[in-house]
């Protein structure tokens, strides 16, 4: 059966938020009026979500935690998606005294109060010279972060090589990536799967002033 899904992101406003969607019901010709009714989008711009606060010793607000437990049984949501992590919180990513109880005693405790998913996009820094690709050691911050989460999934984007491999243009490559499972609890490995970024053309320009609609990329499976 379709799944509830609440996506909450820190950066991006509304408005992006919603360019995103509607390229994404073009391109797998979805109606959108359904897919809002399984799917929730909140921005951080507008409403602010900070789980934990402080310098070097985190307070967690309760508070609103229990406003976010509320939310998601209210809404009957299955999915719940907070973009980006470092967004979600007023501490320092780099002590695990003030991580481990923003995953833990914040999300994790969310996810075991309302039986859902609870996902969270971390970032990670540029990759060192001669580095080939991204592991979960390249997480940013404290490796807390990574000791807490249950899984967690790596990005990476097509190398070089990986292009010259696939015969692709090497400025193509920037368009595909590839998912690997960094940190699989009770969970099969594999080799990862690959995607690509599909151009798709809103139909928000002017022809007759020859301004194009808005370029966006949606994500689609590639093999």
């Known amino acids: 059966a379709p799944l509830r899904v609440w996506y909450h992101n820190g950066e991006d406003p509304k408005e992006e938020l919603d360019r995103r ?78 991580m481990d109880p923003i995953i833990r005693e914040a999300f994790a405790f969310i996810a075991n109060e309302t039986n859902i998913s609870v996902e969270l996009a971390h970032q990670h820094p540029q990759k060192a010279t001669g580095q080939d690709e991204f592991t979960t050691a390249d997480a940013r911050g404290s490796s807390g972060i990574v000791d807490a989460v249950r899984a967690m999934r790596v990005t990476n984007q097509m190398s070089k090589e990986e292009a010259n491999g696939f015969g692709l243009n090497e400025l193509d490559r920037f368009q595909y990536f590839r998912v690997t499972k960094g940190k699989a609890n009770m969970t099969k490995g594999g080799v990862g799967d690959w995607f690509k970024f599909q151009s798709v053309i809103l139909p928000n320009g002017d022809e007759e002033q020859g301004i194009p609609g808005d370029d966006v990329g949606v994500l689609t499976a590639w093999e």
């Open 21 to 98: 969607i509607a390229a994404i019901c073009i391109h797998y010709e979805l109606d959108e009026g359904e897919l809002r009714k399984q799917m929730f989008v909140t921005c951080g711009l507008d409403m602010p979500i900070k789980v934990g606060r402080g310098a070097q010793e985190v307070k967690i607000d309760k508070a609103l935690v229990a406003e976010i437990i509320y939310t998601i049984q209210e809404h009957g949501i299955d999915v719940a998606i907070f973009d980006p992590l470092v967004t979600m919180h007023n501490t320092s990513e780099i002590f695990t005294a003030t």
